[in-house]
């Protein structure tokens, strides 16, 4: 599953969609800005009056219990 948020910075539009394709919600696995993977998992917001896409994808790990 995915959804799209668009978030407004000063003159700024990012458009940020979030992929979950497992359903699984432990975690931040990778964040593109404008197709570029981010080292980090934070993002600068910058006030370029320019439109960005954000990609994030969600972690989806396999867990088992051990009993």
């Given at each position: 599953s995915k959804y799209e948020?668009?978030?407004?910075?000063?003159?700024t539009l990012s458009k940020i969609i979030v992929k979950n394709p497992n359903h699984k919600q432990s975690g931040v696995k990778n964040i593109y800005l404008d197709n570029n993977l981010l080292m980090s998992h934070e993002i600068e917001l910058v006030d370029d009056?320019?439109?960005h896409t954000i990609e994030v994808e969600m972690w989806s790990v396999k867990t088992t219990l051990a009993l």
């Open positions: 948020i668009e978030y407004v910075y000063e003159n009056e320019r439109v």
